[in-house]
């Protein structure tokens, strides 16, 4: 098969990204130039007991979680607004959504730190 | 350590000052002006070294750190305008443990965005130049580092490795860098790109530079949950135990055509002087390895599609203006912070993740990838000690000539990307030079044997100095 420029369109609106016609043109292209060396992993004889052969990225180490008790550092005290677009009184500011306005939101540019 | 001064720049020094401020004077000075090499995104502004006082194996010691590992002190970019003047809220732990060693941060080092890359031509801040040889790549993605390290501004850097980051750019740059067993190092702190490769690294002048950065970063830490808890051994002290009686397979996929003649001429001369410092070579098969690059650039594509979805313009980075609904924030901030190269890994890997190709692409890379773990895993139970490789199947290339060859860049990474499959520990080590520009031998070991791995590269590297050492450039 080969990826079609709607396919790459598709891709992107899945991916969260605008793509201008130039290049889903170049993607579409590249990406089958891409595919077709990855075509050849066709051709590996998977062994048959192939269902517990997905991964094995940590050699000796079982999955292991963190302590639930132990936070991020600095995420409580307000340092994340240094770095946020928008930030106020400890929330992230976010353009309005349809489904709670009833309508299309806008983003608030009125308070907190101007886009950057 | 050596002393990182010397060579031009060290005039601005005045002989005096700490060793941060030769350090900062010797960045300054090889970062500057249109033909400078563009090491660093940012400097440390700090007027005395910052780091704990007293002794430490790191005392006094200057060290350059990837732009996405996170500090407190100066900027994170990775690489990105997405992430221009970024300022993380947190420090990685690497980062704490070189302080609480002694050593500083004298700057963050340029990058391909967010580590996608093999030249440092993807950073939005402008490509990074191989001090060897300023009109070619210092390699990537973590160009900066290695080339830090190579102009002499710092003995030592940190760096990651997902598909050969660390690696590749020491060979290019004719310098020691090591990509550590996965979950060796804590990568608290640094920005994911494919989180089951993806393990930080450490740059050296010398293979005891390089180890001894290593045993400060390595450990358990419980805010990363894929670090081992075991122990570190003393990589500096395993540095004089020799390859005498060692079996150290050559794996014959890694000897294809791909491989420039030059380079194989060095690295069969390497071979020879393994042989001559006691080392027993067999001939070996990975017979997976031709697998290697299709599989990475399907799996790492796709885990940095789902790593990447955090960068949409609320939290943190640039927010693109002038747009209405959450999700036009999303996709136009998304569409205007990243660069080309991301853009076509986010496509390919969300491709690869998508209903109907889901199981042909993604599915198939996994279970292939384990086929290439067992090969490696056979080898160990055979009887052999390490393995030894070129790093990269050409010396450093000219700046341009692959950039628009996506998969001309990615085969660039064809010696390097089974370690990270695997999950096993890699060094690249300095060997004879190709018409001039630096080459690298590349030791792959068993998990968890980072000693064993760095004697091997301690006694090349011992073996040519020698001789007088390597010249390069």
Redesign the interface.
Known sequence: MS?TKD??RR??D??????DPG?TDR?AE??N??LA??????E?E??TE?RD?????????GS????PD?H????E?G??A?????WREGF?L?????ALTGE????SSDDGEA?? | MEDPGGGPGNEQTNGGGSGLSRALARARAVDEGPEGLNCFLSLSQALDPGGEEGGGPLAGVPVAVKDNICTLELPTTCGSRFLE???????ATVVRKVREAGGFVVGKTNMDEFGMGSSTENSAYGPTRNPRDPSRVPGGSSGGSAAAVAAGVVPCALGSDTGGSVRQPAAFCGVVGVKP???RVSRYGLVAFAS??DQIGTFGATVEDAARLLEVAAGHD?????S??RSVPSFVDALDDGVKGKVIGIPREYLTEALDPGVATSFAQARERLREAGAILRDVSLP?T??A???Y??LAPAEA?SNL?RF??????????G??????????S??QG?GAEV??R???G??AL?AGYHDE?Y?????????I?RDFRRIWAEGVDLLFTPTSPTPAFPLGERVRD??AM?LSDIFTVTANL???PAVSVPIDPVQGLPCGGQFLAP??EETRMLAGAAALERSYASDGGLSHG
């Open positions: 990826v396919d790459v891709i992107a899945l991916a969260r990204l605008n793509l290049t993607l590249e990406l130039g891409i060396h990855v075509k050849t992993l066709g590996v998977l062994p192939s052969a997905v991964g094995e990225p940590v050699p000796g180490e292991v979680f963190r302590d132990l991020p550092d600095g995420l005290s340092a994340p240094r770095g946020a677009p928008e992230f976010v353009p309005g959504l349809p299309e939101g806008r983003v886009s950057r | 003047g970024y300022e993380s809220p947190f420090q067993t996965y979950g089951s490769l419980p805010r990363d949950a894929t081992a808890r997976h031709r697998y690059v299709p599989t650039y399907i599609s979805a949409d313009g609320i939290r943190y980075g640039v927010r693109a203006l747009s209405g609904s959450t999700r036009e924030v999303y996709e136009a998304r569409s990243f853009v076509r986010i496509i390919l969300t491709f998508s692409y599915e198939r890379a996994q279970k292939v990838r384990s086929l773990c996506p998969l990615y695997a999950g096993i998990p968890w």
